[in-house]
Structures are given as C-alpha cells and as structure tokens.
C-alpha cells in the first residue's frame, strides 16, 4: 500500500462529498486506502459516504472525539508507506497526491511534508509555518508581523515566500500532511490531549526532535476552503485555539512556559475586546458583533489553561 488518507469529519457533508471525489479522481496508479472518520456529524454525513463511496473504509463515532483522537482511530489502522492527513473542505487537484510520494521515496530524511494550498478563489494560502515559539506569538499579538519588508518580523508565517520554491518548515499545516509511516511508528501517535487546535504543531515538534525534517515542497496544489466545521464553533474556536496554543507551550515548555503564553493570549483577547467594544459604540453591525465574540473568548479566559497536566 503506498498511501493511507485520513480525513476527519463533522457535519461537512458536501464539502466531504466533493473531497472525496476528488481524491479517488486523481489517484491514479496509486495503490491507496481512504479512512474516514466521522465526529458523530448529524447532517447525513455517514450515509452519504455509505451510500456514493463504498470502498472508503469509515469509522463512526457516536461522540466528537475531537482531531487528533479521531485521526488516531484512522492511523492505528493504517497500512500505507505514507500517511495523508487531508481536511474535509479541501480538494485535490492534480497528480499532487502521487508527486508527493515520489516526493517522499526521493528524500528518505523527510518524515513530514505539505504541499501549495489554493483559497477558494485561487489565491494563496498561506500554510507551514514556523513554530509559535513566546517570540513568534509576541510578533503577531504586536502586529509586528504586517511589517512584511523585515525579514525578521515575517520568521512566523513567512507571508513573502509564495511556496513556489521547496523549504524547510517548522510546521506543516493539517490540511495536507504527509507522514512517513516509519517517523510516525518512531514518533507515534497525535497527542489526544490536544482536542482541535496545537495537535499537529505539537507532532511537527516531535517529529523535529526525533531528527525527521519536514519540508514544504511544491510538488502539486490542493485548495482549502477553510471554515468547514469551525463555522459553526463562533467565538469557541478562537477559545479553543487559545487552549491549545497554552497547552503546546505548557508541554513543551513546562509550568512557566505555559503560563507566559496564556497571559500573552489572554492580554490580546482583552486589548481585541477593549478596542471592538469602543469601537462598537460609533461603528456598525460587524463592530459590534467583534465586539461581543471577543467579550466572549475573554469571558472565557479561564477555561483556556489546559486542565490535563502535561
């Protein structure tokens, strides 16, 4: 088997309907498995994988067990040379799922790689990263990364690179994810105390610290939606992300770490929500819908230290 995909969803269904077309079109000679996992989604989503694509294996949850547990599920079965985790707003295009496996078998030093990922209308975007070290979240909870004519302050997500060019990356987006099946057995699973957000960028860490590079390689291009099942999480998900982001800090960085990182994100949801509430006293409708989603993920502030010791 040369590639095992992995797509996780919940309550995507057309989105999962035209994914999955769109990956068994452009496999090719391809020897390949297709897992997915669904978050017990209540828009059909099952038996329309039932129903327009038998072959895909699909594993039902009867709870939202969240990203990296419901990948797991996937990947603990998985018998592919190479793993692909692909979001379920996402399409494939090309012959980029092969490129990337020959890809693979040419730099046998590589354990993660992504490839060139498309917004909707055709755009760039920006995916892979460096890592969200107390630096880099200082440059973007500053502003200082929109200061895009220093090199220095673009170290974070590096909006001047058109990923038209291969590159060494500290962090390779979950949307296209490509894992060497012997890193990930020597690295193991995705951490499960990581429910929605940090996950991959905490296995990127891991893989790193086990001497796996990863690269983004321009092999191919996919596009990415965006939205899919974080639409409907509202101000939850920036809550949710703050979490996780406190979290990867507090596991990787201890105590200390981890509390440096919640008081730096907890200051900038403040400072967002001091600035929408003013400006939602003069401003509009969006002023003071921003203004009540950032009153909310302060209020929820407490909720954001991860609870589960690392």
């Known amino acids: 088997m040369d590639l ?14 035209d994914c999955l077309q769109s990956v068994f079109d452009t496999l090719s000679n391809l020897k390949a498995e297709v897992f997915v996992v669904d978050n017990a989604s209540e828009d059909g989503s099952q038996d329309m994988v039932r129903e327009s694509f038998p072959q895909v294996k699909l594993i039902c949850n009867t709870d939202n067990r969240g990203f990296a547990a419901a990948n797991n599920q996937a990947l603990a079965l998985a018998s592919g040379r190479y793993v692909l985790l692909l979001n379920s707003d996402t399409l494939v295009h090309g012959d ?7 890809f693979m078998d040419g730099r046998p030093e590589v354990g993660v790689m992504g490839c060139r990922v498309l917004n909707r209308d055709g755009t760039l975007q920006i995916t892979g990263s460096g890592y969200p070290s107390l630096l880099n979240l200082s440059l973007m909870t500053t502003g200082l990364w929109k200061l895009k004519n220093v090199p220095f302050f673009d170290r974070y997500q ?21 894992v060497r099946k012997t890193a990930m057995d020597e690295v193991g699973l995705l951490d499960e105390d990581f429910f929605f957000y940090g996950e991959e960028t905490d296995w990127c860490r891991r893989f790193a610290d086990a001497g796996w590079k990863l690269v983004l390689s321009p092999v191919g ?24 982001t406190v979290r990867l800090h507090r596991k990787h960085g201890g105590v200390l770490g981890g509390a440096a990182c919640w008081t730096m994100l907890a200051g900038f949801n403040l400072s967002r929500s001091v600035f929408w509430t003013l400006a939602s006293l003069t401003g509009g409708e ?5 203004a009540s989603h950032f009153r909310r993920v302060v209020a929820a502030s407490p909720d954001t230290w991860p609870s589960a010791s690392q």
């Open 4 to 17: 095992s995909i992995v797509i996780v969803n919940w309550n995507t269904r057309e989105m999962l309907r």
């Open 96 to 102: 980029v799922l092969s490129a990337s496996c020959a």
């Open 158 to 178: 590096m909006q001047t690179w058109d990923r038209r060019t291969e590159r060494e990356i500290d962090v390779v987006s979950g949307c296209y994810m490509v």
């Open 221 to 244: 291009e996919i596009t990415h939606f965006g939205g899919g099942s974080v639409k409907k999480l509202n101000h939850k998900r920036d809550v949710m992300l703050t979490e996780g």
């Open 286 to 290: 969006r002023a003071k819908e921003r």
